[in-house]
């Protein structure tokens, strides 16, 4: 059974670059077939899809974010990153990450709070 578990700060200042790990367990992020995805979900509004990282190290973005997102992986440690860089208010969220395959998003991280504020 695959676990995802994001862990990061819960605050960031403004202009600040967000940075969080997905610790991925019970399966490797590079010898499956999975999408390591990163999704968030802003107070009273409904999920965006930031990015992903595939098994095979190939990246996809947002068109909105592209130009501040990056997503990076260790496989050493079995982890993925998401940086988000130039953070503003609007960027507080729920932040997910999620393991997907075959378009089916299969399992997700419990979420982590990530606020925006100086």
């Known amino acids: 059974q695959v676990q995802v578990q994001e862990s990061g700060p819960g605050l960031v200042k403004p202009s600040q670059t967000l940075s969080l790990t997905c610790t991925v367990s019970?399966?490797?992020?590079?010898?499956?077939?999975?999408?390591w995805n990163w999704i968030r979900q802003p107070p009273g509004k409904g999920l965006e899809w930031l990015g992903a990282?595939?098994?095979?190290?190939?990246?996809y973005y947002s068109p909105s974010l592209k130009r501040r997102t990056a997503i990076s992986r260790d496989t050493s440690k079995n982890q993925f990153t998401l940086q988000l860089s130039s953070v503003t208010p609007e960027d507080t969220a729920v932040y997910y990450c999620a393991a997907s395959a075959g378009g089916w998003y299969e399992y997700w991280g419990q979420g982590t709070q990530v606020t925006v504020s100086s």
């Open positions: 019970g399966g490797s992020i590079s010898a499956t077939d999975h999408y």
């Open positions: 990282i595939t098994y095979a190290g190939n990246t």
